[in-house]
């Protein structure tokens, strides 16, 4: 039975403040705000209308050359969900996360690296980086060399959810980089390649995962029968066999005629 | 789960826009074209600027 939608918003802002007490320490608990029943905004408790900015806390990071002083970094997590489109999952609309510090306590939070991710965004990459100035200082206060800007590695997704090349064109596009593509449709291509890409991930992930994948498609009502313990695929090439694995790709292909 | 009326939202993104010499009108208006150079605002729109709608906007002015 798959949980509502409060039920899910309630474990995800639990998993974030799981997350937050673990790594950074702070016993932070994620709040969750409702404005509508459509979506639920999480972030760090507690909410605070009258608190500047978005009402949502900042998490303070103590560096051990603060010396005890109050925490001058800050990481910044705030989410928007709702439900996918079959109303079964959450899904993250937008979200906000990054570094921000505080100079001086009569200065205000300004940021150092945000990553930011808006699900229906179409005139920027849905999920994309904002470098700002402030990362020398960061660097600069706790005694440490500012690297060159090329020497700091973004993390912009890992082996299977990353940047595509159809993404890096748009970027050059968008950022005024290069525009003079060879031809007027130049970004239908760049669409269809994309849309090709996806589809390929979706393969491959279900091959990395099969019983996840298997499970999942159980819970939309297709049949799936294992002929044998299913195990993950190395993250090889792009090789379509073995039995089992075949059978899960056949019933996510035949995913229209199996539910219902 | 705390649950927040509309109005005290629309508050919060106007005193945020004041702050910057901005009413809610221009706040939008500069989301729309990419023109919102303060950070802070800009994350502040993506998170909780579709609560706002043209009558709030209307309104305010």
Redesign the interface.
């Given at each position: 039975v798959t949980e509502s939608f409060s039920e899910q918003a309630i474990a995800f802002a639990n998993r974030l403040s799981t997350l937050a007490t673990r790594t950074i320490g702070s016993s932070v608990e994620f709040a969750i705000i409702e404005v509508d029943d459509r979506r639920r905004r999480i972030g760090p408790g507690p909410f605070d209308l009258t608190e500047d900015g978005s009402g949502f806390q900042w998490i303070g990071l103590p560096r051990a050359c603060d010396d005890g002083e109050p925490a001058r970094l800050f990481p910044k997590v705030e989410f928007e969900v709702g439900m996918d489109p079959e109303d079964q999952h959450l899904a993250v609309r937008l979200s906000t996360f990054g570094l921000w510090v505080r100079p001086g306590p009569k200065r205000g939070h300004r940021p150092v690296v945000r990553v930011k991710y808006d699900r229906d965004a179409t005139a920027k990459p849905a999920s994309h980086v904002h470098l700002h100035a402030e990362l020398a200082w960061v660097y600069g206060t706790a005694g440490e060399s500012l690297p060159r800007l090329h020497e700091i590695h973004f993390p912009v997704g890992g082996k299977r959810f990353r940047p595509t090349v159809e993404e890096f064109l748009l970027f050059l596009h968008r950022g005024r980089l290069f525009r003079d593509w060879v031809t007027t449709n130049w970004r239908a291509a760049v669409d269809t390649s994309l849309g090709e890409w996806e589809e390929r991930q979706a393969r491959s992930t279900v091959r990395r995962f099969p019983d996840a994948a298997t499970d999942q498609l159980r819970s939309m009502g297709c049949r799936v029968q294992s002929p044998a313990p299913m195990s993950p695929l190395s993250d090889g090439g792009e090789t379509d066999d073995i039995g089992s694995i075949a059978l899960v790709l056949h019933a996510l292909d035949q995913r229209a005629v199996a539910v219902g | 789960?705390?649950?927040?009326?509309?109005s005290?939202?629309v508050?919060?993104l106007s005193r945020?826009a004041e702050k910057h010499g901005l009413d809610l009108r221009r706040f939008f208006e500069l989301d729309r074209a990419?023109e919102l150079d303060d950070?802070?605002l800009r994350?502040?729109w993506?998170?909780?600027g579709d609560?706002l709608s043209e009558n709030d906007v209307r309104r305010s002015a």
């Open positions: - | 789960v705390t649950k927040l009326d509309r005290e939202i508050g919060m945020a990419d950070p802070n994350d502040l993506l998170i909780w609560v």
